[in-house]
């Protein structure tokens, strides 16, 4: 059974840094694309980046392109989110996600899920 746990997640001011952590288990991810995405309050979930398991390759949503860095450990089975200077916009729960192969932007293609970690930028 798949699972992926998110920590690392607060409350943080404006212009701040976070690490986001996405510890997978339950098989091997070589073969995988790893995503997180966030979701606003009445919002719909958004992608924000993704990284290829086997090859590193990395993707971003342009709103956070250059501010944030998708990294993974994979020793650790470990996928890693580092946010810098953070905005009140980027306030949101932030979910890992995997599916087999490439990377998608779309949440509806991702199988599996973590259980989501609030960051919350204050102004």
């Known amino acids: 059974q798949v699972q992926l746990v998110e920590s690392g997640g607060g409350l943080v001011q404006a212009g701040g840094s976070l690490s986001l952590s996405c510890a997978a288990s339950?098989?091997?991810?070589?073969?995988?694309?790893m995503g997180w995405f966030r979701q606003a309050p009445g919002l719909e979930r958004e992608f924000v980046g993704a990284?290829?398991?086997?090859?590193?390759?990395?993707y971003y949503a342009d709103s956070v392109r250059g501010r944030f860095t998708i990294s993974r450990d994979i020793a650790k089975n470990t996928v890693y989110l580092q946010m810098n200077s953070l905005k009140p916009e980027d306030t949101a729960v932030y979910y890992c996600?995997?599916?087999?192969?490439?990377?998608?932007?779309?949440?509806?293609?991702?199988?599996?899920w973590g259980q989501g970690t609030q960051v919350t930028v204050s102004s």
């Open positions: 996600a995997a599916r087999r192969n490439l990377a998608r932007i779309t949440y509806q293609d991702y199988d599996y």
């Open positions: 339950g098989r091997t991810f070589s073969t995988y694309a």
């Open positions: 990284i290829l398991w086997g090859g590193s390759a990395t």
